[in-house]
């Protein structure tokens, strides 16, 4: 049997996996999830304060996005169209 998960931890997954899908945009994610931006940015702020690691988009540098399991698609970030194939 897997372990329970709180709704603490769900709904932090589901913040977290929905601004993946939206490449950190707080707006876009707010929609999605149907709460405020200001839910939102609380959420990241909280945290934050808890060392939860969260993607910062601003700071990637796609064409140094290291070989792995999975590529920046298969994440949801997508390529950006300047950096081609």
Do not use: Q
Request: hydrophobic share 40%; aromatic share 6%.
């Amino acid at each position: 049997m897997a372990p329970a998960t709180t709704l603490a931890e769900a709904e932090r997954k589901l913040v977290i996996e929905t601004l993946i899908r939206c490449r950190g945009n707080r707006t876009h994610a707010a929609k999605m999830l149907g709460v405020s931006v200001r839910t939102v940015r609380n959420r990241i702020a909280e945290y934050k304060r808890i060392g939860v690691c969260l993607p910062i988009y601003r700071d990637v540098v796609w064409s140094d996005w290291p070989e792995g399991e999975f590529s920046p698609e298969e994440a949801g970030l997508g390529v950006p169209a300047e950096v081609g194939a």
